[in-house]
């Protein structure tokens, strides 16, 4: 309805109501009905600019409207759950250079059903086990100690053994009849002293199956194929970041057999240890979308854009006397223009942990990550068009209310 047939309709909808028969709290429940709820507002919640990334804490990225009408589409029809999952699967799988893929309910997911499809293979019996990996002939995986903190336990989901090792020399003497395969932590490869060359050769050398967690490692675009092409047997990534699919799900992909073997634990099927991560069928819609959209983006043209976002928040606050600022690029995870920004604090009066909540608690709120050696650090890639003028204005004022 059009919004001069809107304003007509509401003009008519008591007197049309009255004269038809047709009850005016009927009439007045249709007009209702256009009216979209705004559920955040409903239910007392604060929106905010995000200028502190793709962290699930602040629910990493927002869907483009591509994926939104994948989602909306798919709501409306029925489709075999598992043709589905086929097909999505081998559209991603030619995307990004692997033999198999298959949609997730995140990254963890991912790594999850990819290490139960290596220790299971197509034996259901051993499905029907998982976490119970007692009795199985290979039950142990090879990581480096510096790539161990949180995401590894993933992996100890499947009830699998995890061996620490340090060097390539610790690896090789690690390996034994009972190693099921090897994982490696992207992100954390500057801290390891293998890196990913050495540590492949090993595991291809011993025939194990190497795993590898890329789940925020993307951009650049490259990267969703660069690890299959570098020889990993399985790969596991987040669709709800720089994709911007639906951040409940991930992409698990590899070796033909292995990811096979991964869908016996997960959903549809029931007795696995998989069954509670759903991923429904407007989310794999959704997360195809995404990806074949992010592939074709203009990526040098974003990252213009970027860089464009990150010098108008710069140059603003450089201009308040005892500011430094830079612009710099992680060299891993969430590789986009960053700025870091200090200031002198014998001449403004105010540390990085005020700044930040007085970021958080003005209007309109702005989300930006804890200091890091007393320098802020903004993240402008999910920023939406103009936040950034918000962001600079807001940051220069705190920054002036501060000044001795």
Same mark, same amino acid.
């Given at each position: 309805?059009?919004?001069?047939? %809107? ?11 009255? +004269? ?9 429940? $249709? ?21 502190? =990334?793709?962290?699930?804490? @602040?629910?990493?990225?927002? *869907?483009?409207?591509?994926?939104? /009408? !994948?989602? #909306?589409?798919? $709501?409306?029809?029925?489709? +075999? ?28 997911? !991912? ?5 139960? =499809? ?35 336990? !993933? ?15 610790? *690896? ?23 890196? @990913? ?31 299959? /092409? *570098? ?20 992409? %698990? ?37 995404? +990806? /074949? ?11 213009? &854009? ?37 200031? /002198? ?16 608690? =003005? ?7 804890? $200091? ?9 890639? &999910? *920023? #939406? ?6 962001? !600079? ?12």
């Amino acid at each position: 309805m059009k919004r001069r047939d %809107l304003i007509k309709y509401l003009s008519v909808a008591p007197l049309a109501g009255g +004269l038809s028969g047709v009850p005016y709290n009927t009439a007045n429940a $249709s007009v209702k009905a256009l009216v979209k709820r705004d559920l955040i507002k409903e239910l007392g919640l604060r929106t905010f600019i995000n200028a502190y =990334g793709v962290y699930t804490t @602040h629910t990493a990225s927002l *869907m483009p409207d591509e994926v939104m /009408d !994948a989602i #909306q589409f798919a $709501s409306k029809k029925y489709v +075999l759950y598992n043709d589905l999952q086929d097909k999505v699967g081998e559209k991603i799988a030619a995307i990004c250079h692997a033999e198999a893929a298959m949609v997730t309910s995140g990254c963890w997911s !991912a790594l999850v059903l990819g290490t139960a =499809g290596i220790l299971t293979g197509m034996d259901k019996a051993k499905v029907a086990l998982l976490p119970d990996v007692s009795g199985f002939e290979k039950n142990e995986v090879i990581l480096q100690k510096t790539h161990s903190g949180s995401y590894d336990h !993933a992996l100890t989901n499947t009830g699998i053994k995890r061996v620490f090792v340090e060097t390539a020399e610790e *690896m090789e003497a690690a390996i034994n009849p009972k190693t099921a395969m090897t994982w490696y932590y992207n992100e954390a490869e500057p801290w390891g002293k293998i890196g @990913h060359d050495q540590w492949l050769a090993i595991s291809k050398k011993h025939k194990i199956p190497a795993m590898v967690d890329i789940a925020a490692d993307v951009p650049p675009v490259e990267n969703l194929w660069k690890f299959n /092409d *570098m020889g990993y047997d399985v790969v596991c990534v987040s669709g709800g970041k720089a994709i911007r699919g639906p951040q409940s799900a991930g992409i %698990l992909m590899g070796r033909k057999e292995i990811i096979a073997a991964a869908r016996l634990s997960a959903p549809p099927g029931g007795g696995n240890i998989g069954r509670g991560m759903k991923v429904n069928k407007e989310e794999i819609f959704g997360m195809y979308a995404a +990806l /074949d959209r992010f592939v074709n983006l203009d990526h040098g043209k974003e990252w213009k &854009m970027w860089e464009d976002r990150a010098n108008v928040i710069l140059n603003a606050v450089t201009k308040v006397n005892g500011v430094k600022a830079e612009i710099f690029v992680p060299p891993i995870a969430n590789v986009t223009p960053t700025l870091r920004i200090s200031w /002198d604090q014998s001449l403004i009066k105010l540390t990085s942990r005020e700044m930040t909540l007085n970021l958080r608690n =003005g209007e309109p709120s702005i989300e930006a990550p804890k $200091s890091i050696n007393d320098a802020m650090i903004l993240s402008v890639w &999910m *920023m #939406q068009p103009g936040d950034e003028k918000v962001v !600079a204005k807001r940051f220069t004022e705190e920054l002036m209310k501060a000044r001795v």
